[in-house]
T-cell receptor, first 112, second 114 residues
Framework: QQPVQSPQAVILREGEDAVINCSSS?????VHWYRQKHGEAPVFLMI?????EQKGHDKISASFNEKKQQSSLYLTASQLSYSGTYFC?????????????FGTGTRLTIIP | ETGVTQSPTHLIKTRGQQVTLRCSSQ?????VSWYQQALGQGPQFIFQ???????GRGNFPPRFSGLQFPNYSSELNVNALELDDSALYLC?????????????FGPGTRLTVL
């Protein structure tokens, strides 16, 4: 089953912070975050593994709450280049046939 | 290091025809996954190939089939095309197909079925 992302869309001014949530009904092994700009391929941001770790680089970080099967992506002091659609991809703990299942997407627009 | 490449970039076909899409994996990667991305949606997993064997399949009918070659490049074949097959087809390569692996996406092939 497809993970659900919220919000569906958000508009921010440059410098503001954003949080994007990803929620699954399945027990998860890993959560992958990608950003896709219009007409381009998804670009890998980070991966989080079962164990509730938090990762980050630069001003983008993420957390994974395995008890709730939820992950959140945090973008601080957003830049114009952060605009795009963010997808979470989940790998279920049962390592079934589905492999990476992507969420519904969150469209982020950063305005000057 | 060469990234993931796909060909062709765009393709227009009519209903009932067959199509073959190609993907070259990133150097050092032995796993290729194929995804279908409809407009405004997230990528949907079609199947994955690991060392020339199918290693997982999503909820797609048998008319979607694939191959992986000894050099780990891959093909996606779709028979009896339907209008709903119109989408961006993405391939992604990874080091070993493990759930902890990062998948690197190619630029995609935009398929339009008329």
């Amino acid at each position: 089953q497809q993970p659900v992302q919220s919000p569906q869309a958000v508009i921010l001014r440059e410098g503001e912070d954003a949080v994007i949530n990803c929620s699954s009904s399945k027990a998860l092994y890993s959560v992958h975050w990608y950003r896709q700009k219009h007409g381009e391929a998804p670009v890998f941001l980070m991966i989080l593994l079962k164990g509730g770790e938090q990762k980050g680089h630069d001003k983008i970080s993420a957390s994974f709450n395995e008890k709730k099967q939820q992950s959140s992506l945090y973008l601080t002091a957003s830049q114009l280049s952060y605009s795009g659609t963010y997808f979470c991809g989940t790998e279920a703990l049962d390592f079934g046939n589905e492999k990476l299942t992507f969420g519904t997407g969150t469209r982020l627009t950063i305005i000057p | 290091e060469t990234g993931v490449t796909q060909s062709p970039t765009h393709l227009i076909k009519t209903r009932g025809q067959q199509v073959t899409l190609r993907c070259s994996s990133q150097s050092g990667h032995n796993t290729v996954s194929w995804y279908q991305q409809a407009l405004g949606q997230g990528p949907q997993f079609i199947f994955q190939y690991y060392r020339e064997e199918e290693n997982g399949r999503g909820n797609f009918p048998p008319r979607f089939s694939g191959l992986q070659f000894p050099n780990y490049s891959s093909e996606l074949n779709v028979n009896a095309l339907e209008l709903d097959d119109s989408a961006l087809y993405l391939c992604a390569s990874s080091h070993s197909g493990q759930p902890t692996d990062t998948q690197y996406f190619g630029p995609g092939t935009r398929l339009t079925v008329l």
